[in-house]
Each structure stands twice: as C-alpha cells, then as structure tokens.
C-alpha cells in the first residue's frame, strides 16, 4: 500500500510567510522523517518524530504527528528564499522495517 | 558534519552495459541503503545490507541488480545490463542502527542516464 503522501504536490508563497506541508500514511509507523531536495540534488534529512511523539521543533521547523489520523504536518516558520525546495515525508514503518518508503513530495516555492 | 560520498556524480551509459555506482557511507554506520528517484517521481527504496548481507529488497532490485561491500568501506550497486528505464537519479543511504531514533543520511547522488 502506498504510504507518505504528502499535500499539496506544490505550494508558493511570500517570502516571510509560513509554510506548510501535510503527509498521510496508511500502516503504523516507527517514526516519520521529513526531507528537503534541492533540485536536482540530494535528500537532506531535516526532523525525525518517533511514534509516540506528537510535536517536534528545530529551529524554524515544526512537525506534528497525529497516529490516529496517521498523518503528519511540517511547519515553515518566516520563510526565505533558500527553502525553495522539494519537500518529502517518508515513514519508517514496523512491519519489514529497514526501509523508507517515501511520499511524492511537495515542490514549495518562496517569492521574494 | 559526516557525510556520505558518491561518485560519480553523474554517469551516461550505452543500453546493455555495466555500471557500477559507487558510495561511501559514514564510517561507523551499520546500515547501507540504495534508493532510486526517477525524475519527477518519488524516492523508492531498492535494498538495504547489513552484516555482508542483504536483508530486505524491493521488486525492483531484480536480478540485474547486486550490491557489494567489497573492502569495507565502499558500498557498491551494479547494473549488469542497464536498460532506458533504469535512467534515474541513484542515492546511497546510511545509518547507525534502525529503529525508532534514527535519522538516515543520505548521499548527494549518481545521476545515471541511459542512451
């Protein structure tokens, strides 16, 4: 089953303005990480929640994690331009472990 | 900041050839991962390795695919025979152990075209 789908596929907004991703997921989960990807480049690991965490910070960056509605929320705070990126969910899940299965993404843009 | 290296960067290759992707995972990771992203589409996971074995692979790492560990350091994907769709970018993963605390970090990639 698919897992890590994330909305919307594609968000821009102003520079200074908050951004924000979703991620649902179908099967229970070890932990939730979220990736950027600049073009053409490759996956920066950004935050980890674990499964029984509900809200994670690090630095402009807030995660929440809602395992009843098996879906997640990554948090832009005052945005720039250099966050221009791919952003990607991607679930480490309990059953077969060892393996990311990663969403489709979300290409955000920030305007100047 | 530890990195894993890849190389090449990018590789153009004849259908039906041999390539061989080459990774360099962080040294004191136990858990080496290759993952694949054709362009514009999601990373997809093609096989993780542990203890000079591998213990989990995808349909798509057929036979056509094998990784090696060939001197302890290196972590190495082949293509035996590459075809057009195996275009992609190719990305080496690694981490400390698996579980529920750790984070992978991932290589910058061998972008591969196939002509």
């Known amino acids: 089953s698919q897992q890590g789908e994330e909305d919307p596929q594609a968000l821009s907004i102003q520079e200074g303005e908050n951004a924000t991703m979703n991620c649902s997921y179908k099967t229970s989960i070890n932990n939730l990480q979220w990736y950027r990807q600049n073009s053409g480049r490759g996956l920066v690991h950004l935050i980890l929640?674990?499964?029984?965490?509900r809200e994670k910070h690090s630095g402009r960056l807030r995660v929440t994690l809602d395992t009843s509605k098996k879906s997640s929320s990554l948090l832009i705070t005052a945005s720039r331009a250099a966050d221009t990126a791919s952003y990607f969910c991607?679930?480490?899940?309990?059953?077969?472990?060892?393996?990311?299965?990663f969403g489709q993404g979300t290409r955000l843009t920030i305007n100047p | 900041e530890p990195e894993v290296t890849q190389t090449p960067s990018h590789q153009v290759t004849q259908m039906g050839q041999e390539v061989i992707l080459r990774c360099v995972p962080i040294?004191?990771?136990?858990?080496f991962y290759w993952y694949r992203q054709i362009l514009g589409q999601k990373v997809e996971f093609l096989v993780s390795?542990?203890?000079?074995?591998?213990?989990?692979k995808s349909e798509i790492f057929d036979d056509q695919f094998s990784v090696e560990r060939p001197d302890g350091s290196n972590f190495t994907l082949k293509i035996r025979s590459t075809k057009l769709e195996d275009s992609a970018m190719y990305f080496c993963?690694?981490?400390?152990?698996?579980?529920?605390?750790?984070?992978?970090?991932f290589g910058s990639g061998t972008r591969l075209t196939v002509v």
């Open positions: 991607a679930t480490d899940y309990v059953q077969g472990a060892q393996k990311l299965v």
């Open positions: 929640i674990r499964s029984n965490e």
């Open positions: 040294s004191n990771h136990l858990y």
């Open positions: 390795f542990y203890n000079n074995e591998i213990s989990e």
């Open positions: 993963a690694s981490n400390q152990r698996t579980g529920t605390h750790y984070g992978y970090t």
